[in-house]
């Protein structure tokens, strides 16, 4: 398992476009994925589960991949997060 603590600097945080890039390229993996924020804990693969955990700009969240391809994983999440979503 690998974890990282970010910060969502993407305006919008993570509303519906970014949200749905996010889980569509996490889903690419077969490792478990997860955001964890102050008050929630959401499957990484699921739009509706990252539009439900109302991720804003500013907030600071845990991500963490456990399974066989996690280290890839990690490496585009935080790609994706870090980018602010400008290279899709």
Same mark, same amino acid.
């Given at each position: 398992m690998?974890s990282k603590?970010l ?6 945080g993570l509303?519906m476009?970014p949200?749905?890039?996010f889980a569509?390229?996490? =889903?690419k ?8 924020t102050e008050n929630? +804990?959401?499957?990484a @693969?699921?739009?509706l589960? #990252?539009?439900t955990?109302?991720?804003k700009? =500013?907030?600071?969240?845990?991500l963490r ?5 996690e280290? +890839?994983?990690?490496e @585009?999440?935080?790609?994706? #997060?870090v980018?602010e979503?400008?290279?899709?």
């Amino acid at each position: 398992m690998v974890s990282k603590r970010l910060i969502i600097r993407n305006p919008e945080g993570l509303h519906m476009r970014p949200a749905a890039v996010f889980a569509e390229e996490m =889903g690419k993996f077969e490792c478990e994925i997860t955001i964890s924020t102050e008050n929630d +804990e959401v499957n990484a @693969k699921s739009i509706l589960s #990252i539009m439900t955990a109302c991720i804003k700009c =500013g907030t600071e969240i845990n991500l963490r991949c456990d399974g066989a391809d996690e280290e +890839e994983a990690m490496e @585009k999440a935080v790609s994706l #997060i870090v980018s602010e979503f400008r290279d899709v």
